[in-house]
């Protein structure tokens, strides 16, 4: 049994990082202004992309669509 989340899933995650990765660069990253945000937004952005590229190739994106009887 295929046990991957489904397309909303998928995208509800992808909001959540979106809005958690915008307060962590705000707060530490590029966007705080301050002489650490160079490296710690570097840092950040690597790790988002990681998280991203997760949550991407393992969301099942058909899901929904077979869901709605098309496939």
């Given amino acids: 049994m295929d046990n991957r989340p489904g397309c909303l899933v ?3 995650k992808i909001g ?3 809005w958690v990765y915008n307060g962590l660069q705000s ?3 590029w966007k705080s ?3 650490m945000g160079c490296g ?6 690597i790790v ?3 998280l991203l590229g997760s949550i991407i190739f393992g969301t ?3 899901k929904l669509v077979s869901a709605f009887g098309v496939m």
């Fill in 16 to 18: 959540l990082l979106r």
């Fill in 40 to 45: 710690c937004g570097l840092i950040l952005f």
């Fill in 27 to 29: 707060t530490f990253g």
């Fill in 60 to 62: 099942d994106w058909f």
């Fill in 10 to 12: 998928g995208l509800l």
């Fill in 33 to 35: 202004n301050s002489c």
């Fill in 48 to 50: 988002f992309i990681i």
